[in-house]
C-alpha cells in the first residue's frame, strides 16, 4: 500500500473510532446530566491529556489524550476520592439503583441509534446496491447440487422477499447460524419460477470465518462490460505507456479478451512482468507493453495499471436497483436492521463461546483499520454501512457481562439487586482484574487474527 493508502486508511479509521467514541461517551455524559450527577471529565482517549478545556456550570474539564482507543467520563463519586458534604447529591454511588442502571446503559444505547440513524439517512436517501442475480455455481458445492442456474434472480429465502445481493447475504448468514434449511426462490430469464433447497448444516464452521456466499457456491453474476477504456489515471503504468479513453483492449500476451473482467483478471494476476496489451484505436491495431505496479489490497500484492471501464449506463441500470424508502418506512426498517444485526452478533458470540464458530471471526483494529479504508475508498454510502456496523458492534460489546466493560456494571447491579446491597469493594476489585485480564485476553486474540489474516491472504 503506498503511502497515501495507509494515510487515507488511517484517517478513515481515527475518524471512525472518535464518531463512535464520543457518541458512546456522550450517552453516558447526557444520561448523567439528566440524573444531576456531577460530571468531573470527559475524555476522549486514554492516558496523557493531549489537549484540554473546561466550560459548563460545573467546569467539566473536557480532554483529548494519547491513547486514542477509548474514552471515558468520570463523575464525582465517593469511591475515586472525598466529595463536598453539599455535593453528596450529585455523586454518582449516592444514585438509585435505576439511575446508576440509566446512566451505565446510556452509552452502548447511544451507539445502537447512531447505527438506527445512519441506517435511516441511507434508506431514505436510498440505496444502490447490485441485484440479486446469480452466476453459475462452482462444481461440489451447495448450489450445484440444488440446481443453481447462471443468470437466476434471487427473489427470496424460505418465503421473505430479497431485492439486493446484500439482501439475499443477510437472509442467509442468519439461517446459517442457525444451521437450518432454506429454500431460494428464483427467477430466471425466461420468467420460470425456481426452488433450490440447501443444507446448511452441512456447511463446516469456517464458512462463517468470511462471506457465507461464495461456501454456499453462490456469486453474483456481474454485467462483462466491453473491454473499453473509460478513464487512464495521471502518473499511472498505464498513462507512461501511452494508452487513452476510448482504446478497446482486444489482447493480452496474445490471449483475446472477451470483455472487461477478463481483463481486470488478467491485470490483477499478472504480478510486476511486463504484459503485452493488443489494442484497437481509431481503426488500427496497435501494440503497447505496460509494467503494472504492485499495490497491497488487504495485505496481498495485486497488479494494477491505473485504468478504468467505460460505464455502460444500459449494463448499469440491469445490474444496480436503487432501494429507497419514505421516512417513516426507512426508520422502521433502520431499527429492524439494528437489532437484527445486533441479535446476530449475540449469536454469534454465543457460538464462539460454545466452540460452534471459530475464533477467527474476532477482528481486532488493523482489520476495522482496513474496512475503513475501504470503505471509504467506495464512497460515503459505503462508509456509513460501515460506521453503522461497527457502532452496532460496539455498543453489543461493552453490554457483554464482562466486569470493567458497562455491561460488567450491569451484572454488578443486578447482584446488587438480589442481595439487597452493594458487592463489596474487594468482590469488586477482583472482577475488575478478572475483567481486565479477559479484555486483555480478547485483545490478543483480536490482533492475532488480524496478523494471520494479513499475512495468510
Given at each position: 500500500?503506498?503511502?497515501?493508502g495507509?494515510?487515507?486508511?488511517?484517517?478513515?479509521f481515527?475518524?471512525?473510532?472518535?464518531?463512535?467514541i464520543?457518541?458512546?461517551?456522550?450517552?453516558?455524559?447526557?444520561?448523567a446530566?439528566?440524573?444531576n450527577?456531577?460530571?468531573?471529565?470527559?475524555?476522549?482517549?486514554?492516558?496523557?491529556?493531549?489537549?484540554t478545556?473546561?466550560f459548563?456550570?460545573?467546569?467539566?474539564?473536557?480532554?483529548?489524550?494519547?491513547?486514542?482507543?477509548?474514552g471515558y467520563?468520570?463523575?464525582?463519586?465517593?469511591?475515586?476520592?472525598?466529595?463536598?458534604?453539599?455535593?453528596?447529591s450529585r455523586a454518582?454511588?449516592?444514585?438509585?439503583?435505576?439511575?446508576?442502571?440509566?446512566?451505565?446503559?446510556a452509552?452502548?444505547f447511544?451507539?445502537?441509534?447512531?447505527?438506527?440513524?445512519?441506517?435511516?439517512a441511507?434508506?431514505?436517501?436510498?440505496?444502490?446496491?447490485?441485484?440479486?442475480?446469480?452466476?453459475?455455481?462452482p462444481?461440489?458445492?451447495?448450489?450445484?447440487?440444488?440446481?443453481?442456474?447462471a443468470?437466476?434472480?434471487?427473489?427470496?429465502?424460505?418465503?421473505?422477499?430479497?431485492a439486493?445481493?446484500?439482501?439475499?447475504?443477510?437472509?442467509?448468514?442468519?439461517h446459517?447460524?442457525e444451521?437450518d434449511?432454506?429454500?431460494?426462490?428464483?427467477?430466471?430469464?425466461?420468467?420460470?419460477?425456481?426452488?433450490h433447497?440447501?443444507?446448511?448444516?452441512?456447511?463446516?464452521s469456517?464458512?462463517?470465518?468470511?462471506?457465507?456466499?461464495?461456501?454456499?457456491?453462490?456469486?453474483?453474476?456481474?454485467p462483462?462490460?466491453?473491454?473499453?477504456?473509460?478513464?487512464?489515471?495521471?502518473?499511472?503504468?498505464?498513462?507512461?505507456a501511452?494508452?487513452r479513453?476510448?482504446d478497446?483492449?482486444?489482447a493480452?500476451d496474445?490471449?483475446p479478451?472477451?470483455?472487461w473482467?477478463?481483463?481486470?483478471a488478467?491485470?490483477r494476476?499478472a504480478?510486476?512482468r511486463v504484459?503485452?496489451?493488443?489494442?484497437?484505436r481509431?481503426?488500427?491495431?496497435?501494440?503497447?507493453?505496460?509494467?503494472?505496479a504492485?499495490?497491497?489490497?488487504?495485505?496481498k500484492?495485486?497488479?494494477?495499471?491505473?485504468?478504468?471501464?467505460?460505464?455502460?449506463?444500459?449494463?448499469r441500470?440491469?445490474?444496480?436497483?436503487?432501494v429507497?424508502?419514505?421516512?417513516?418506512?426507512a426508520?422502521?426498517?433502520?431499527?429492524?436492521?439494528t437489532?437484527?444485526?445486533?441479535?446476530?452478533?449475540?449469536?454469534?458470540i454465543?457460538?464462539?463461546?460454545k466452540?460452534?464458530a471459530?475464533?477467527?471471526?474476532?477482528?481486532?483494529?488493523?482489520?476495522i483499520?482496513?474496512?475503513?479504508?475501504?470503505?471509504?475508498?467506495?464512497?460515503?454510502?459505503h462508509y456509513?454501512?460501515?460506521?453503522?456496523?461497527?457502532s452496532i458492534?460496539?455498543?453489543?460489546?461493552n453490554?457483554?457481562?464482562?466486569p470493567?466493560?458497562?455491561?460488567?456494571?450491569?451484572?454488578?447491579?443486578?447482584?446488587?439487586?438480589?442481595?439487597?446491597?452493594?458487592?463489596?469493594?474487594?468482590?469488586?476489585?477482583?472482577?475488575?482484574?478478572?475483567g481486565?485480564?479477559?479484555l486483555?485476553l480478547?485483545?490478543?486474540?483480536?490482533?492475532?487474527?488480524?496478523?494471520?489474516?494479513?499475512?495468510?491472504?
Amino acid at each position: 500500500m503506498n503511502s497515501s493508502g495507509i494515510f487515507g486508511t488511517l484517517g478513515a479509521f481515527l475518524l471512525a473510532l472518535g464518531v463512535l467514541i464520543v457518541v458512546h461517551e456522550l450517552g453516558h455524559y447526557w444520561a448523567a446530566r439528566l440524573c444531576n450527577v456531577k460530571i468531573l471529565r470527559f475524555s476522549i482517549g486514554f492516558g496523557r491529556p493531549l489537549l484540554t478545556w473546561r466550560f459548563g456550570r460545573d467546569a467539566t474539564e473536557w480532554q483529548i489524550a494519547a491513547f486514542p482507543l477509548g474514552g471515558y467520563v468520570k463523575m464525582l463519586d465517593e469511591h475515586e476520592g472525598e466529595v463536598p458534604a453539599d455535593e453528596l447529591s450529585r455523586a454518582f454511588n449516592r444514585q438509585s439503583l435505576a439511575r446508576r442502571a440509566f446512566i451505565v446503559v446510556a452509552g452502548p444505547f447511544a451507539n445502537l441509534l447512531l447505527a438506527v440513524a445512519l441506517y435511516a439517512a441511507l434508506f431514505t436517501s436510498g440505496v444502490e446496491e447490485p441485484r440479486p442475480i446469480l452466476a453459475a455455481p462452482p462444481e461440489n458445492t451447495l448450489a450445484a447440487e440444488a440446481k443453481v442456474g447462471a443468470g437466476e434472480t434471487a427473489r427470496s429465502i424460505n418465503g421473505k422477499a430479497v431485492a439486493t445481493w446484500s439482501e439475499l447475504r443477510w437472509e442467509i448468514l442468519r439461517h446459517v447460524l442457525e444451521r437450518d434449511a432454506i429454500v431460494l426462490e428464483t427467477i430466471d430469464a425466461h420468467g420460470n419460477i425456481n426452488f433450490h433447497r440447501f443444507d446448511l448444516a452441512r456447511l463446516p464452521s469456517s464458512a462463517l470465518e468470511g462471506d457465507v456466499l461464495p461456501a454456499l457456491g453462490l456469486k453474483l453474476k456481474a454485467p462483462d462490460f466491453p473491454a473499453l477504456i473509460g478513464s487512464v489515471q495521471p502518473d499511472s503504468p498505464a498513462a507512461r505507456a501511452g494508452l487513452r479513453v476510448g482504446d478497446r483492449i482486444v489482447a493480452i500476451d496474445g490471449e483475446p479478451m472477451a470483455g472487461w473482467q477478463e481483463v481486470a483478471a488478467t491485470i490483477r494476476a499478472a504480478g510486476a512482468r511486463v504484459l503485452t496489451l493488443e489494442i484497437e484505436r481509431g481503426g488500427e491495431r496497435l501494440s503497447v507493453a505496460v509494467t503494472p505496479a504492485l499495490v497491497e489490497e488487504r495485505g496481498k500484492p495485486v497488479a494494477r495499471i491505473g485504468i478504468g471501464v467505460r460505464s455502460d449506463p444500459e449494463a448499469r441500470r440491469a445490474f444496480l436497483v436503487k432501494v429507497r424508502y419514505a421516512p417513516l418506512e426507512a426508520l422502521e426498517r433502520a431499527i429492524a436492521q439494528t437489532w437484527d444485526t445486533a441479535a446476530l452478533s449475540l449469536r454469534m458470540i454465543g457460538r464462539m463461546v460454545k466452540g460452534e464458530a471459530s475464533i477467527r471471526n474476532v477482528s481486532g483494529p488493523v482489520t476495522i483499520a482496513d474496512y475503513a479504508g475501504q470503505s471509504a475508498r467506495m464512497g460515503g454510502e459505503h462508509y456509513l454501512r460501515f460506521l453503522a456496523l461497527i457502532s452496532i458492534s460496539l455498543g453489543v460489546l461493552n453490554l457483554l457481562p464482562i466486569p470493567v466493560l458497562d455491561g460488567g456494571h450491569l451484572m454488578y447491579y443486578l447482584a446488587e439487586l438480589i442481595k439487597g446491597k452493594p458487592l463489596s469493594e474487594r468482590v469488586m476489585a477482583i472482577g475488575q482484574q478478572i475483567g481486565l485480564t479477559v479484555l486483555a485476553l480478547l485483545m490478543g486474540l483480536a490482533l492475532y487474527n488480524d496478523f494471520f489474516r494479513l499475512l495468510s491472504d
